[in-house]
């Protein structure tokens, strides 16, 4: 089973700034199969980027992704409010497994 | 407009059973497979099962395999998951998933609101 590790646990920012999440594997993600999802509270996941870099229909271009074998990243160009949520990453290269979260809170 | 609602959840002891459903609406449903997925409150998501889009296979999470059961009904645009022996380590919100292909793809692009089930004595 390939693990994804999310970091760091929580990060304080502020509204216009530039981000970007971290999401290590255990093991090379076969074909590079990484998606992102954010979660706002008592919601489900929204798909945002799939495949390492492709952004999901309806996604701001603010939001992109990268990385490649066990490294990929998220990265939000300028934070807007409505971004301040919990994002996961998740892979299917291997068995289904998701990483633990990063929550990006409002400094 | 793609919608999924969940139901079937609730309260049941260790060692019962749940049937939970998720109705789907706004799309071929037997175009894609579905998946429920569960979370635990501040953890990340744990996938569960997966079924083909033409119902004729399905896939299981080794702590489910074996106490679980999806299917599902193109016919009414239904997927199910029958749970049994269910324990305290089962407790969670369940989400019901819609895949992003029939087959092989296991990309959640749309998502049910969630239905919880807790296992307690």
């Known amino acids: 089973e390939i693990a994804l590790t999310q970091s760091p646990d929580t990060l304080s920012l502020s509204p216009g700034e530039r981000v970007t999440l971290s999401c290590r594997a255990s093991?090379?993600?076969?074909?590079?199969?990484l998606v992102w999802y954010q979660q706002k509270p008592g919601q489900a996941p929204r798909l945002l980027i799939y495949?390492?870099?492709k952004r999901a229909t309806g996604i701001p271009d603010r939001f992109s992704g990268s990385g490649s074998g066990t490294d990929f990243a998220l990265t939000i160009a300028r934070l807007e409010p409505e971004d301040f949520a919990v994002y996961f990453c998740?892979?299917?290269?291997?068995?289904?497994?998701f990483g633990g979260g990063t929550k990006a809170e409002m400094k | 407009e793609v919608h999924l609602a969940e139901s079937g959840g609730g309260l049941v002891q260790p060692g019962g059973s749940l049937r939970l459903s998720c109705v789907c609406s706004g799309f071929r449903f037997s175009d894609f497979a579905m998946s429920w997925v569960r979370q635990i409150p501040g953890k990340g998501p744990e996938w569960v099962s997966g079924?083909?889009?033409?119902?004729?296979?399905?896939y299981y999470a080794d702590s489910v395999r074996g106490r679980f059961t999806t299917f599902r009904d193109n016919y009414n645009n239904m997927v199910y998951l029958q749970m049994n022996s269910l324990g305290v380590d089962d407790s969670a919100t369940y989400y019901c998933?819609?895949?992003?292909?029939?087959?092989?793809?296991?990309?959640?692009?749309?998502w049910g609101r969630g239905t919880q089930v807790t296992v307690s004595s």
């Open positions: 998740q892979q299917y290269g291997g068995a289904v497994t």
């Open positions: 495949d390492t870099f």
């Open positions: 998933a819609k895949e992003m292909a029939a087959t092989g793809v296991p990309i959640f692009d749309f």
């Open positions: 093991q090379n993600v076969p074909g590079n199969k």
């Open positions: 079924i083909r889009g033409n119902g004729a296979r399905t």
